[in-house]
């Protein structure tokens, strides 16, 4: 009997016989002995065989390259760069996939993974030897890499970082969200209503930041970092404030322009593109900033919370609706980094209060939304799920597969509490002390009468606007 190279032979139980080893029995003994214990998920290989336990999730190495880009990249980022590619993927839900493997590594330690024993990179060698593994390093996928330049957190830099992101498509991102527009954790007020879904969670979570900021008619509200302009239009519309809503995203503000020309709200929203660095002015009743906090650095924030400070008239109120990660992981990852939002910073929630009442505010509240996060995350992802053709034609398969990837892993992450989100309320008080704050914070549950939002036209046609 004739036995390939790279293919030993293991007994089947008959004397005299034996068959070969298949490619995902080598892996998955190489990794198990170098992992120092089971794997947590089953192996699927190129040539069609499978190793590992059964009934957990599969993971399918689709060519040998796969490994290769491991080999070249080890960890986070080469997994990712191997799944945008196509080269490796999950048979069945992507979460049960993440969700075993990162478990796995929780059950290790803080360590997670083992330090190399010392036969156990040269093993490693002789495996990928054996399967034609070696070879050149391959080509990054074809989806747009965060490549930045200049100081971190500089004017132009941030304005980089933020165009990466936001700037993708505003018809992508039309498909994705639902018609406000609006790209923050919603408030799933009725989550076990089957007539309540994302447009709902979006509309409550509006409402409250608005009753929280105590807006009434021509109250004078800063949006700083408004995105396409939810909370803006619903402020003006529904609590008739006057409105100035700040980006750094030329498409985002080009956006909220055509929305406020379409609902008429010309007299009560103004929208500026410029760096919150450069907003002039003061004295405003309220100063709103949604998920915007993480793009501003570590360095930087306590410049950012005096400033807020100074953007208030005395009361003027302060909502910040941030998400926090442990002091020991404050950057997104290496994934997040290199393709979703370079240079974020997240912090302990309690971390950022101290920031802000170090400006000189008062911080009133603090409220947890972390199971808010999961729910909005993965109604955003069943409709990218839902429009996966067109978002496909739109942006092409390997950006598709970023915001697969990136969507699972973090509703993962906030379902596992590795990451929170939580809305801060604060009060400039007057020298005396004042807040004008009511003894009894608002009702939680909106009573208010629903709003109709004016949708975006769902996109003619793929390349409707430049492809990125």
């Not at 069609?48 to 960890?75: D, I, M």
């Not at 700040?246 to 007299?267: M, P």
Request: with cysteine; charged share 25%.
């Amino acid at each position: 009997m004739t036995h390939s190279p790279i293919a030993p032979t293991t007994p089947t139980g008959a004397p005299g016989f034996s068959r070969p080893v298949s490619v995902a029995e080598r892996l998955a003994g190489s990794l198990a002995r170098y992992l120092r214990a089971p794997l947590p998920v089953r192996l699927r290989a190129w040539d069609g065989s499978e190793a590992g336990p059964e009934g957990a999730p599969v993971v399918v190495l689709r060519s040998r390259r796969a490994l290769r880009r491991l080999l070249w990249q080890p960890g986070e980022l080469g997994l990712a760069e191997a799944y945008i590619a196509g080269e490796l993927d999950i048979d069945g839900d992507l979460a049960d996939g993440l969700r075993a493997v990162w478990g796995w590594a929780r059950e290790r330690g803080p360590g997670g993974l083992p330090r190399p024993r010392p036969g156990d990179l040269a093993e490693a060698a002789a495996t990928a030897l054996r399967l034609g593994v070696l070879g050149p390093r391959p080509p990054a996928p074809r989806a747009a890499r965060a490549e930045l330049s200049g100081v971190r957190h500089s004017s132009a830099r941030d304005r980089a970082a933020i165009s990466h992101h936001y700037d993708l498509s505003n018809d992508f991102y039309a498909l994705l969200l639902d018609d406000s527009m609006a790209y923050s954790c919603g408030y799933w007020t009725r989550p076990d209503d089957p007539a309540y879904g994302l447009a709902g969670a979006q509309r409550d979570k509006l409402d409250l930041i608005c009753r929280k900021l105590g807006l009434t008619e021509g109250a004078r509200l800063l949006d700083v970092g408004c995105g396409w302009g939810s909370l803006s239009l619903y402020a003006a519309r529904e609590f008739r404030a006057r409105v100035t809503a700040v980006t750094l995203s030329a498409r985002q503000r080009d956006f909220v322009a055509d929305r406020i020309a379409r609902e008429g709200l010309a007299d009560r929203v103004e929208v500026e593109l410029r760096h919150y660095r450069d907003i002039e002015g003061g004295g405003y009743d309220a100063v709103s900033t949604i998920e915007m906090g993480e793009h501003v650095g570590d360095a930087e924030y306590p410049a950012f919370a005096a400033q807020l400070y100074g953007l208030l008239r005395p009361k003027g109120r302060l909502l910040v609706q941030q998400m926090s990660r442990g002091a020991d992981a404050p950057g997104g990852g290496a994934f997040i980094e290199t393709y979703i939002a370079p240079d974020m910073h997240m912090r302990p929630v309690g971390n950022t209060v101290d920031l802000l009442e170090g400006a000189g505010l008062e911080v009133r509240s603090v409220e947890a939304l972390r199971e808010h996060y999961p729910r909005t995350i993965a109604a955003w992802h069943r409709r990218l799920e839902e429009r996966w053709d067109a978002v496909t034609e739109l942006v092409g398969e390997p950006t598709a597969r970023v915001w697969r990837l990136y969507l699972v892993g973090s509703g993962l992450a906030f379902e596992e509490r590795r990451m929170g989100v939580d809305q801060i309320l604060a009060v400039r008080p007057t020298r005396s002390g004042g807040t004008g704050l009511p003894p009894v914070p608002v009702d939680p549950v909106p009573d208010r009468p629903v709003p109709v939002p004016v949708p975006f036209p769902a996109p003619a046609r793929p390349g409707a606007e430049e492809r990125p």
